[in-house]
């Protein structure tokens, strides 16, 4: 699996549908078609955009997106692209091969609240779609659980690989075999848990992709709490110390680079996930998420700015996003060039 700094063909979403996660008033199912809208208009900018579309919203998802907006009309009960989509991966022996990992998706776990098999066809449709050879995996897994740097390393959770809910007969062992069968990826790099939000009844149980990412295979974008009201101020030293010790033992010199949450740290449903090392890396661009806070906002751009050099950092409301329970990275999932492979 290539680093999403490598070079994309194009990015993968799901326009909304009428359901549980879009909201059950007219105008929170305003605000979260809005929402996916403006994070499809942003990646434009930088590279095509391949929308996967509910039969019953194709009129709406006509006139709300751009017209150079692929629409691929297929059941969806759930949108989020990242966790149902296939995850791309490349094959160095045989140059111009796109393969497409089909895991298992149950909807994080199979909760009650969650609809999800529909979308759990999606990952298969869109890697045919594309010509991919089809990866098929018995792993529950989905891409915002993982995140790998490009020359074979990924962060995994324990909670979300090992969670009794996705796979109850896992260990380490079995997981990191088939990441290596499926990714490619020779070195696991496990994280004990993930941000406390998320282990509340609409969240992932700790998916990586709100808590560290890599911005470069020797520097690693983490998640950091500044308030100590949050109880995540108390998580993220531990998983500091977690990733610190576990690339010293693989003999790699990693720079682990604090990414500051916003300042708010509540909002209705209690301690907020809000996060924003969940963001998308384009050609030549980086989607971050902006939560209404300037001094934040800004604050993160210049942060990734230097993480990211030479790519431009466009922010997009995600409140709205992550009122759903999830981010920008997590409605999206890259589809890379043939000539990305390493």
Not at 68 to 74: F, L, P, T
Not at 99 to 120: K, T
Not at 168 to 186: S, Y
Not at 279 to 298: K, P, Q, R, Y
Request: glycine share 10%.
């Amino acid at each position: 699996m290539p680093a999403e700094t490598a070079e994309h063909t194009r990015t993968w979403m799901a326009f909304p549908r009428e359901g549980f996660t879009l909201g059950d008033t007219l105008a929170a199912r305003e605000e979260g078609y809005a929402a996916w809208t403006a994070v499809a208009h942003a990646i434009l900018e930088f590279e095509p955009v391949s929308m996967v579309v509910d039969p019953t919203e194709i009129g709406r998802a006509r006139r709300m997106l751009d017209p150079s907006i692929e629409i691929i009309e297929a059941p969806v009960d759930e949108f989020w692209m990242r966790d149902m989509g296939p995850t791309f991966v490349l094959d160095p022996d045989r140059p111009g091969t796109l393969g497409a990992v089909d895991w298992i998706f149950n909807g994080w776990g199979a909760p009650a609240w969650a609809e999800w098999q529909q979308s759990a066809r999606v990952a298969r449709l869109v890697g045919e779609h594309v010509g991919a050879e089809i990866v098929s995996s018995l792993l529950v897994a989905e891409g915002g659980g993982l995140h790998v740097d490009g020359t074979g390393t990924v962060l995994l959770t324990e909670t979300v690989q090992l969670d009794p809910r996705r796979n109850p007969f896992a260990d380490r062992a079995r997981v990191e075999t088939e990441m290596a069968r499926t990714i490619g990826a020779e070195h696991a790099v496990w994280l004990s848990q993930g941000l406390t939000r998320d282990y509340e009844d609409l969240g992932t149980n700790g998916h990586v992709d709100i808590v560290a990412t890599f911005a470069a295979p020797d520097r690693l974008l983490l998640h950091d709490q500044l308030d100590a009201g949050h109880p995540d101020a108390a998580v993220m030293p531990l998983l500091r110390r977690e990733l610190k010790e576990q690339f010293e033992a693989l003999e790699r010199s990693v720079e682990i680079i604090p990414l500051p949450g916003p300042a708010t740290i509540q909002d209705d449903g209690g301690f907020v996930d809000w996060s924003y090392v969940n963001h998308l890396v384009v050609n030549g661009g980086v989607i971050a998420c902006g939560f209404g806070e300037e001094a934040a906002d800004a604050r993160a751009r210049s942060i990734l700015s230097d993480a990211y050099p030479g790519r431009t950092i466009s922010t997009v409301d995600a409140l709205p996003l992550f009122a759903r329970g999830g981010g920008i990275h997590c409605i999206t999932q890259q589809q890379p060039a043939l000539t990305a492979v390493s």
